[in-house]
């Protein structure tokens, strides 16, 4: 499992503005990358929308807010324009970034163990170090507990 030190792994996706982006394109300040399982959930909703409004927070920490999930590119179309959503937003739709990250694999779900998206989320530096890594995240609180980790590093 990834964590706090190692080097992120470099990948190659599109984006929902039809440009391909690599992790060293979006180095040179820190870089909050969230896994999220699909566009238009309850859960995934929540966590976007609450990135998006922290969004200017995280910029005056010189820090960058991308979402990766499987959905497709029309998918994260229709995402960004009904909740307003300011951040880049990656599509992965062979989930071979997600399994880079360790946010693809085994979960339990209402005690039943499946393969799927596993929530989470990475504090990476301008450098591309992992700083602070979030596995199985609880939406609740998650934004400001990640605002509050960059504060503390």
Not at 79 to 100: G, T, Y
Request: glycine content about 6%; hydrophobic content about 40%.
């Amino acid at each position: 499992m990834l964590a706090a030190g190692q080097i992120a792994p470099n990948f190659s996706l599109e984006g929902d503005d039809s440009h391909i982006h690599g992790l060293n394109d979006l180095l040179g300040q820190n870089l909050v990358i969230f896994f999220y399982p699909k566009d238009l959930t309850p859960g995934c909703t929540t966590q976007a929308c609450e990135f998006n409004d922290a969004l200017d927070n995280f910029h005056k920490l010189s820090t960058n807010v991308i979402g990766i999930s499987k959905d497709n590119l029309a998918s994260h179309a229709r995402f960004k324009s009904k909740h307003a959503l300011r951040m880049l937003l990656l599509s992965d739709p062979d989930l071979a970034v997600h399994k880079q990250y360790d946010a693809y694999g085994h979960k339990k779900l209402y005690g039943k163990t499946t393969m799927g998206v596993i929530r989470s989320t990475f504090i990476i530096d301008k450098n591309g170090t992992i700083l602070r890594t979030w596995h199985n995240v609880r939406v609740k609180n998650h934004v400001q507990a990640v605002l509050d980790a960059l504060t503390k590093l």
